[in-house]
């Protein structure tokens, strides 16, 4: 994978280069399907010619002048985003920010049906970012260890479309912060939308009790333990739910962000779990559970996360990193417009836990039936909550 970056990189900047020296009177016609000569994007609303960054989406053309413009790009996202450094950190952000651009055109080079452009993360580099925003525990195969079996879903009806946000069985989206309780996040989601089913009432419930008192470790894995803000399992997390007996409110026990204490109330336990199924990672039945079980707590591969601002992600090239950021399945949809072809693309519908500010309205979109690149690499940790009656 990062001999597959350095070469993109190199690529990307040297016809970016040719472009600009090319004469604007030879009417130069660059051909919009070709996501290596021109690719044409809306970019952030918020720039003019008077200085104003547009932090917006790459264009593969703009790769040298993103870096001959670096600094001042770097000084409108410290303005933008209010990011306070001292002198020394001021220069080893901006080195990182420099590096980030470059991400953003490879990222954008590998992963053409989606948007990729200046986050709120550019001054991260790809350690801090994972330490700080992520936080599923690297165990690939996790799902398989725990929960109960469950039976194949017939697949031949579901509705072309689907979004549980629309029934009203999704909060709003939250914000872990700079704490890798991506995890947590995962099954609370979960745990909401199967109370929703259950009883019509959406409820939203509490990440901190997960992290400041959940310490469950896999059954078979010993040193795979939930740890806070340090990560964790959803499964693990299942499986603490049901031996505490349930879980507070989100007003009960609000969010800090940080590890702390355990203040866990039993008198206040609003939802209880009595078990969690595993499903096959297969796009059919992921779908089916989707539909007849609520919201999925599942594991995805991030790689392309930290640049994303819209579009369907539906990478060239696959990353062989594995699993590390818990979200939330809450939809599908079957016609997802990819501006750089103008095809549309299947899609899954993701909550993430990273504000509303970042992505489309704090949601990512990725493509299914991509093959190896698809949801069964990006996607293989999926499960399901089941509340006691």
Request: with cysteine.
């Amino acid at each position: 994978m990062e001999n597959t970056r350095t070469w993109v990189t190199v690529l990307l900047v040297g016809l970016s280069m040719v472009a600009m020296a090319l004469p604007a009177a030879a009417g130069t016609d660059f051909n919009s399907d070709d996501p290596l000569i021109s690719q044409v994007i809306d970019r952030q609303a918020g720039g003019g010619g008077d200085g104003d960054d547009e932090l917006g989406s790459a264009n593969f053309l703009d790769a040298a002048s993103l870096m001959l413009d670096a600094e001042l790009h770097f000084k409108n996202f410290v303005r933008k985003y209010n990011k306070v450094y001292g002198s020394v950190e001021f220069a080893k952000r901006l080195a990182i920010f420099k590096d980030n651009l470059l991400r953003v055109v490879e990222n954008q080079a590998l992963d053409p049906e989606a948007q990729h452009g200046i986050t709120p993360f550019m001054d991260l580099s790809e350690e801090e970012f994972a330490g700080r925003y992520l936080g599923l525990l690297n165990q690939p195969d996790f799902v398989t260890r725990s929960g109960k079996e469950i039976p194949s879903l017939p697949t031949e009806d579901l509705p072309a479309n689907f979004d549980w946000r629309d029934a009203g069985a999704v909060t709003e989206v939250k914000n872990q912060g700079a704490c890798g309780s991506c995890w947590a996040f995962s099954t609370t989601g979960a745990i909401e939308g199967a109370h929703f089913l259950q009883t019509g009432k959406l409820i939203s419930l509490s990440e901190q009790q997960l992290v400041d008192c959940d310490h469950q470790c896999d059954p078979q894995m010993q040193d795979a333990c939930d740890s806070g803000c340090n990560g964790g399992l959803m499964t693990n997390a299942y499986e603490y739910v049901i031996k505490a007996g349930g879980l507070e409110k989100e007003s009960d026990y609000p969010y800090t962000g940080t590890d702390g204490k355990c203040k866990f109330d039993s008198n206040k336990i609003v939802v209880k779990v009595s078990n969690f199924t595993n499903i096959p990672v297969d796009e059919a039945q992921i779908a089916a559970n989707l539909v007849k079980h609520g919201p999925l707590a599942v594991g995805i591969n991030a790689a392309f996360m930290q640049t994303y601002i819209g579009g369907v992600s539906c990478p060239i090239i696959c990353s062989k990193k594995r699993l590390d950021h818990g979200v939330l399945l809450v939809g599908y949809g079957d016609h997802g417009l990819a501006p750089l072809r103008l095809k549309y693309k299947p899609y899954w519908i993701i909550k993430n836990s990273w504000g509303a500010s970042w992505g489309e309205n704090g949601y990512y979109k990725i493509c299914r039936g991509h093959g190896e690149c698809g949801v069964n690499t990006m996607v293989s940790s999926v499960a399901a909550a089941f509340l006691e009656s």
